[in-house]
Structure formats: C-alpha cells, structure tokens
C-alpha cells in the first residue's frame, strides 16, 4: 500500500441493489492508495450488492446518511446497478448529500446508473460525462454533455460507462482526490464565464448549453413576472449576454 491518498476520508454512498464491483474495487483501490473508505447508506447493518442481474454480496455499512456529513470527507463516490441510485435519487437526505460536494467543489466518481442521483441532485447541467448507455437521455434532457468514454474527467467529477471501465475510473478518481486542494475555494457551478472559456467544450456544445439555460431563465423569468416565486434571479440578462459573446467570438475567427 502507498500513501498517495493519506488523510483522505471518502464516502461511497449506496443501498441495496448496488453492482457488487463498482462500489467493492473502488473501495480496494481507494484503501491501497492510502484513503479512509467509509461505505454509507439509508439503514444500518448491510447492503445486498448485485452481480448483473444475480445478488451478490452483502457489504457492511458504516454510516448512515443521517450521520454523514459532506464536511467529514475529501471526496464521494457514487456505484451503479439499477436499483441502487433509483433507491438514492429519492431520498432527500441523500440528494442533499451529494449535492454538498458539488457545492463545496470536492471530488466525486459516479459509475455506469450511479449518475441517476447526479440528476436528481442538479448538478449535471453544462457538464460533458458518461454512464451506462440507458441514461444517456435522461443526462442530455438534464442538461449534459453525454460521450461514450471509458473515463470522463469535467471539473472535479469523474463518470464511467460500466464494470469493464473500473481500471480507468479507480485511476482518474484517485488522481482528482490527490490533486485536491482541500483548501482551494469551490468553483461556483455553472459560471457562464467559466463555461465559456473551456476548451474541451466546441463552440456549438457552448450554444447548446447556453440554449438551455435560456430556456430555463425565461421559464423562470415568466414565473417571477406572475408572482409565483420570488427571492431569485432568473440570469436571463446574463445569459442572453453570453450568446452574444459567443456569437461574436465565432464571427471574428471566420475567414474574411
């Protein structure tokens, strides 16, 4: 064992129906690296684990999600299988769980149907990842950018396809764990600067998000004008002027 991950505590949050490899080599890899790896689930005791469509083993839970706490870890990691994140996308505190890393800026793995909770927690909007191929509507109708690669590294989240991607997930997982400035002040989600300026993204992906944020704004904008909500901003006016921005941009590099 080396200590590339000594002093990091991460969570791997699942329940029953979770895909037996996808939490038990992460689990492994994250131990061999040095990290303190703490299963935490809905209930005490264990959790049933599934190979496919065959139960597996049971794996011993060490907290609950109403113990748990986002401040207590470096970083989250999220398994597949098909029951597992539908049990996890409703559950309040576990939604809220997840959400907390994103908003704190800490590393998260998420793993084949594992990015169902992502969904649920909002925050895959302008993101480019990966997931089983099932999900790849439900991310895109979400907001994201969805690839077929074995490992998709945006921002601080990692996203993989399936059990036969674990090598290349376990090694991205603990590259963003260890890079992690625990200190370093959270990115703000969805910064329409920052949006614009990563190069990983082409210049029609950028309007397509923009596209949906609009959507969204204008949606919200309409409420705010009939009373319905209130205490927020819709970021019309900011987003409208980021489509402008992008126009621009594309019309100075075409040839004249």
Known sequence: MHAKLAGKRVAILATDGFEQSE???PLQALREAGAEALVVSLEPGQIQGMRHAEKGARVDVDLTIGEARETDFSGLVLPGGVANPDRLRTNAKAVTFIA???RTGKPVGAICHGPWSLIEADV??????TSWPSLKTDLKNAGAIWVDQEAVID?????SRNPDDLPAFCGRLIELLAAHDPTGKAQRPGRL?????????STEEK???????ERDAQALARAEGEGMVGGTESRLDEIQHAKRTLDRSRDQSKPH
């Not at 921002?155 to 996203?159: A, D, F, H, I, Y």
């Not at 309007?207 to 944020?213: A, D, F, P, S, V």
Request: no cysteine; glycine share 6%.
């Open 100 to 102: 907390d890393f994103f």
């Open 124 to 129: 895959v909007r302008g993101r480019k990842m």
């Open 207 to 213: 309007r397509k998000i923009l596209h949906e944020w």
């Open 23 to 25: 939490l038990l080599e």
């Open 155 to 159: 921002g601080e989240l990692v996203t």
């Open 193 to 201: 600067e920052k949006m614009l300026a990563r190069k990983d993204l």
